[in-house]
């Protein structure tokens, strides 16, 4: 009887404690996207006489437009606006070429496989896994002689190369599970080999379109070793200019102004994040191989 | 004219070869099944004849042309797949008109053809859903439907049934059957179900492991399997196969039988060749009889077996009875209600329904 | 039949390979002709800029007897170890916690992930801030009234590596707690109610069964976040700089600063040399036996 009674009660006792650990991990996983927002809306004074957690007593807004547009990376005073576009003109077309490319290579790979084709798959995918320490130099002298160092075309053309592996990594995962009669059957109608891919294969393709688009703009947006090896000064991406900002370190340190332009530099991976998270949980865990 | 002539075809991958030198001739409008176990090669020669997979040897010719090198659109012909792979992001109409569209053909000429195909498929009213908002059964329709409005010379079916249930399987055999009377199309259909291959083909090709074991009318790979593998492939129950030793008396042959804790059982009156007759006579050979060749004897009956069941199993129209004839389990195929578990019985045999095999080759004697 | 329609069947056979061919070009020269060509200005004595006269492996002498190459690696280990073991261990505990019928599943998994979506930059950026002695975590807890707490691991050389594992393992161990909860949720689930049949408590069931039959995830998220770990770059420069004075160095910053800072060209490919081993000892199993399963699946 008090078994009975007690059982219960023991399996809420239970579910209180798996509410309460979810929750305690939740609020520090929150705590320094909180931080960096409220220590962005403080004004200097108040970040250096009040707490750094707490909730500002004066909002403004000085941070955001000082790291937006006046800030200085290294002798220019332009604010964040400029590297913000170029990490634009560097990831859109990155993203397109590597998206495209990848996509005919899944459909070759899957629908139209020859002799060799798996040793292939295996080339681009050690691709994925490639220290980029390992081809920085001899990246950086082919940019050169190429006349693209310092370019954005230069980095485009960069994360598109590497950005393939990753991207036929995804669409030959998707095509396997298509059926092979579906090619069969659009060849026995009379269809070649890029009006299958063009009216048969890519309508069905939309899911994984997005979660390959999604990771190589996180990917590319977010990338820090290619745009500080290969580029400098009013070329660079966003994320080198944000570390410039950061590191300057003559006068008191503006950390209101740092924390926004992180947050700056955060946001476009942080809306595609909360837009579109199903696919983006997707094409992280597709780097598991079989996903 | 439509013939499909396969000559000498065989395939390999890498080492392995799944099939070996097939040859099968069929005339215009003939339905042939290929009909064997899975994996014996039947889909990869499907396949062949379609233009889909290369042909490592032989030679195949559709309608006196031979089609060897031509690709799958050349070859006039239209197909049918198990899993129907129907575009799924086109609507039935889409499905059906992709080909035309492909081929250039013009816009009230494809509208026709769509018409035609949708009424005698009756599927008139899906035309605009995807195929994910169908049925099995209406899938299947509209995977025909696409094959029909080509017109081909050469239609190929490869399972087209067997994602389907039981039911429905039934039904839309009967309306394949149909549509073949009314199209009079040449059509060659993969199987591993024999009683598709009975009731459809004009002609079965039996297969086994990449080789054609026997290719005739149906009914006559039923009636004379050309081997032990046949005769055990085709029907259900299959075939009893029993060992037998052969006495000649006078122009038929007599097969002996042992029956546990009993005399031998004598089957006399099979009719036989002279020659073989003289060859076989006294030798170890496999007696074939269908299940249903099997009758309860009356008293006067001159070769019967007397048999104990150990086994009966009915089925409704009749009962299943099985016991042990020459030390292997035998089935017959009985009235209801006329046998019993554990009961002696005498039964008589339609010998002029035996087949005889013999116990080495397995192949038939006549 | 016509030569020109034998002529188009045989192109189309080949039309695969050649769409397929400047990718796989591409990727030849930019992964396998470069690692080559880093191997080779690794056993000569480029400065800086590449100079093609062989020395041996001098450089890679030269490398292993730097004492920060000797602490880029031991950091690395230090790194590697807490951050695998710290990831993997709060990944798994979270998934567990999440499997259990939670209401707000959706929202808490995407809490615990949406670091992932940040640069390491960013948050290099945000955990510098926090960590600061002066104004961060440090001062709050003082502020409170606890006068003697210290946390200034960010200014302490024996000390400063540790705040590169807890930024690390804020932002990554989401995702591990995404594999994992995608394996558990594989699980058959008549599994799990037979052993409750069997009356076999809830933690014994998980230790018994439910964590054994994750290992193809545990495998996944080991090779990937040691990955992770290995070419961790940003996180390091946006969060210490590789300071104080070399004490955060990891091999990948090494690299990056002995090519680029320290014009010593040859030493730097020759640690990149050191880098892409690791890895390619660690992901070649790894992806043959992934690659292996599947063909056989
Ligand atoms: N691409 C290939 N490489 C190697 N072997 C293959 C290949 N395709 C088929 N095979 C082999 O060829 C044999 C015949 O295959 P096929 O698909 O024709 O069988 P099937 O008779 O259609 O069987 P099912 O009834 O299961 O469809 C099988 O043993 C199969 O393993
Ligand atoms: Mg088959």
Redesign the interface.
């Known amino acids: 009887m008090a078994e009975a009674l007690s059982r219960p009660g023991k399996a809420r006792l239970g579910r209180l404690f798996v509410y309460g650990c979810l929750v305690v991990v939740a609020l520090l996983y929150l705590m320094p996207l909180w931080v960096m927002v409220v220590t962005s809306l403080k004004p200097l004074d108040e970040i250096y006489g009040g707490s750094f957690i707490g909730v500002p007593k004066v909002v403004t807004l000085d941070a955001w437009r000082a790291a937006w547009s006046e800030a200085c990376i290294g002798t220019e005073c332009t604010g964040l606006k400029p590297y913000f576009v170029n990490s634009l003109l560097m990831v859109i077309p990155a993203v397109a070429l590597s998206t495209g490319i990848g996509a005919i290579n899944g459909y070759i790979l899957t629908k139209w496989r020859f002799p060799g084709a798996n040793f292939v798959f295996g080339l681009l995918l050690f691709g994925c896994f490639l220290p980029y320490q390992a081809i920085l130099i001899p990246m950086a002298r082919t940019l050169g002689l190429l006349g693209l160092a310092g370019s954005i075309p230069g980095l485009v053309a960069v994360h598109a190369s590497y950005g393939i592996c990753f991207t036929t990594l995804f669409f030959r995962n998707y095509f396997v599970s298509l059926p092979d009669e579906l090619t069969k059957a659009a060849m026995v109608d009379g269809a070649g080999f890029f009006r299958i891919f063009w009216s048969v294969i890519l309508p069905t393709s939309i899911p994984i379109i997005v979660v390959s688009c999604i990771w190589q703009f996180t990917q590319i947006w977010n990338d820090f070793l290619f745009g500080v090896s290969f580029t400098s000064g009013s070329s660079s991406p966003i994320t080198v200019a944000l570390n410039n900002i950061v590191n300057v370190t003559t006068g008191r340190k503006q950390y209101n102004v740092d924390m926004a332009a992180a947050m700056i530099a955060a946001i476009p991976t942080l809306v595609v994040y909360i837009v579109a998270g199903r696919y983006f949980v997707r094409g992280l865990t597709a780097g598991a191989v079989k996903g | 004219m439509s013939t499909l002539e396969i000559d000498r075809v065989r395939k390999a991958y890498g080492h392995l070869e799944v099939l070996k030198e097939v040859s099968i001739s069929i005339g215009t409008g003939d339905f042939l099944v290929l009909l064997g176990p899975s994996g014996c090669g039947k889909s990869t020669l499907l396949?062949m004849i379609?233009?889909?997979e290369s042909i490592t040897g032989g030679e195949i010719r559709i309608a006196g042309?031979?089609?060897n090198?031509?690709?799958?659109?050349?070859r006039d012909?239209?197909?049918v797949?198990?899993?129907?792979?129907?575009?799924?992001?086109?609507t039935v109409r889409q499905n059906i008109e992709?080909?035309m569209k492909?081929?250039r053909i013009a816009q009230a000429d494809r509208d026709r053809a769509v018409k035609t195909a949708s009424d005698l498929l009756q599927i008139t009213h899906l035309l605009d859903r995807k195929p994910s908002q169908l049925s099995g059964g209406q899938r299947q329709r509209v995977a025909m439907g696409?094959a029909i409005v080509?017109e081909p010379k050469l239609f190929l079916f490869d399972e087209p049934l067997s994602n389907l249930d039981a039911k429905l399987r039934v039904d839309m055999r009967t309306e394949i059957k149909r549509l073949h009377a009314r199209l009079g199309t040449t059509i060659v259909y993969v199987t591993h179900d024999q009683i598709e291959a009975m009731t459809l083909a004009t002609r079965v090709a039996v297969m086994k492991d990449g080789v054609v074991q026997q290719l005739d009318e149906p009914q006559a790979v039923y009636d004379r399997p050309a081997n032990v593998y046949v005769a055990r492939f085709v029907g259900s129950p299959a075939m009893n196969i029993v060992p037998a030793v052969l006495e000649a008396e006078g122009s038929t042959a007599t097969a002996v039988i042992d029956i546990a804790r009993r005399p031998a059982a004598r089957i006399a009156g099979i009719s036989l060749s002279a020659e073989a007759l003289r060859r076989y006579a006294g030798r170890k050979v496999l007696v074939g009889i269908r299940p249903e060749n099997f009758s309860i004897a009356t008293k006067s009956a001159a070769s019967a077996l007397t048999v104990d069941f150990d086994v009966v199993e009915p089925t409704g129209p009749d009962t299943l009875a099985v016991f042990q004839l020459g030390g292997v389990e035998v089935t017959a195929r009985l009235p209801p209600r006329q046998a019993r578990a554990g009961r002696e019985a005498a039964l008589a045999v339609d010998t002029s329904k035996i087949v005889l095999f013999d116990s080495e080759t397995e192949t038939r004697i006549d | 039949m016509s030569a020109s329609t034998r002529m188009s069947s045989r192109l189309a056979g080949w039309l695969p390979r050649i769409v397929v061919a400047p990718s796989l070009l591409v990727v030849i020269v930019t992964v396998y002709l470069f690692i080559l060509w880093t191997g080779v200005i690794s056993v000569t004595s480029s400065k800086f800029v590449p100079t093609y006269d062989f020395v041996g492996l001098e450089q890679y002498v030269r490398l292993w007897a730097t004492p920060r190459w000797h602490t880029a690696v031991a950091n690395l280990f230090i790194f590697s170890a807490l951050f695998l073991a710290l990831s993997t261990g709060l990944g798994l505990l979270m998934a567990i916690l999440l499997d259990q019928n939670i209401r707000a599943e959706g929202a808490l998994r995407a809490i615990y992930l949406y670091p992932m979506a940040l640069s390491f930059i960013v948050t290099g950026t945000a955990w510098k801030w926090i960590m600061n002695p002066g104004l961060g975590v440090q001062k709050v807890v003082n502020d409170l009234g606890w006068t003697d707490f210290r946390f200034d691991w960010i200014t302490n050389p024996d000390m400063a590596i540790y705040t590169v594992v807890v930024a690390g393992v804020w932002q990554s161990s989401g995702f591990a707690m995404a594999i994992f909860l995608a394996g558990l949720r594989g699980i058959d689930n008549s599994v799990i109610k037979a052993a409750q049949i069997e009356g076999a408590s809830l933690p014994l069931i998980y230790r018994q069964i439910i964590i054994p039959m994750l290992r193809p995830a545990m495998l996944s998220v080991i090779v990937l976040l040691s990955y992770i770990a290995i070419k961790s770059f940003d996180l390091v420069l946006a969060l210490t700089n590789g300071g104080p004075g070399t004490a955060t160095e990891l091999p990948s910053t090494f690299m990056f600063s002995a090519t680029f800072r320290r014009n010593q060209m040859g030493v730097g490919a020759a640690s990149a040399v050191m880098m892409l081993m690791t890895v390619a000892a660690i992901i070649v199993p790894y992806l043959y036996s992934e690659l292996r399963s599947e063909n056989n699946g």
């Open positions: 396949n379609a233009g889909l042309k031979t089609v090198d031509l690709s799958p659109k050349d012909i239209a197909m797949f198990q899993s129907y792979a129907l575009y799924p992001t086109m992709f080909g492909i081929r696409r080509r």
